[in-house]
């Protein structure tokens, strides 16, 4: 009588070709994963970014409602521009207050050597501001706003604060409005993107192949 095996079939156990296959798709699993918290991260930074510079422009509004006497008194169309670096120029009007580009740019001058300013208001340790109080004031806040902050937490920083020409016989309120522009970088740009951001300067406001996601620009309305 011929005998029966009852017991299963052993399997042959996985080839080398499967092993191999299994490990792709394990890796490729690991990379994509990789990619998303990369993505996180990055776009947690450029969050971070974006609130850090409304918090400023709410800043420079606070110390704009504080001067009022100043701020209220520019009505022949105001510009002051604050370009990545510290550099300032008044465009508007022609001519520009008297003093008024030298005093923002002595005073970025000397908060960039750590010094404390050179005069602010009455209630201080510093020297209060000697002739022009109002307008020295108002330089004073402007230079320390950008130096003191806006320049250490957001990369390549550049500010307009611009405030336009308000008719006379209107009952408008002045009103100004605070731009602030700077970079960032995404994980997510391509290959193509990349290269053409490598040969070409990283100043926002002035290279018109940039993108918006690269350069963003805050603008706050003001009426001090």
């Known amino acids: 009588m011929k005998r029966t095996n009852n017991n299963p079939v052993r399997g042959r156990g996985f080839s080398l070709i499967e092993v191999m296959v299994a490990v792709v798709i394990i890796c490729i699993g690991l990379l994509g994963i990789a990619k998303l918290q990369a993505m996180s991260l990055s776009n947690s930074t450029l969050s971070r970014q974006r609130a850090i510079a409304a918090i400023q ?3 420079l509004a606070s110390s704009m409602h504080a001067n009022r006497d100043f701020w209220t008194s520019q ?3 105001l510009e002051v521009v604050i370009a990545p670096g ?3 120029t008044v465009p508007n009007p022609n001519p520009a207050p008297a003093n008024l580009q030298s005093s923002i740019a002595a005073d970025i001058a000397i908060f960039q050597a750590g010094g404390p300013g050179p005069c602010i208001g009455t209630f201080s340790a510093v020297a209060m501001c000697p002739n022009n109080q109002h307008q020295d004031l108002a330089a004073f806040d402007v230079a320390r706003w950008y130096q003191n902050g806006l320049s250490l937490l957001l990369p390549n920083a550049s ?3 611009f405030c336009p020409e308000v008719a006379v016989t209107t009952l408008a309120p ?6 602030i522009n700077w970079t960032e970088k995404s994980v997510a740009m391509n290959s193509q993107e990349a290269g053409t951001e490598s040969v070409q300067a990283t100043v926002c406001g002035t290279l018109k192949t940039s993108s918006t996601s690269e350069c963003p620009s805050l603008t706050l309305y003001v009426e001090p």
């Open 75 to 77: 009505n022949l169309g």
């Open 159 to 161: 500010a307009d604060i």
């Open 57 to 59: 422009a709410a800043s």
């Open 174 to 179: 002045t009103s100004c409005t605070i731009t």
């Open 86 to 88: 510290g550099v300032v």
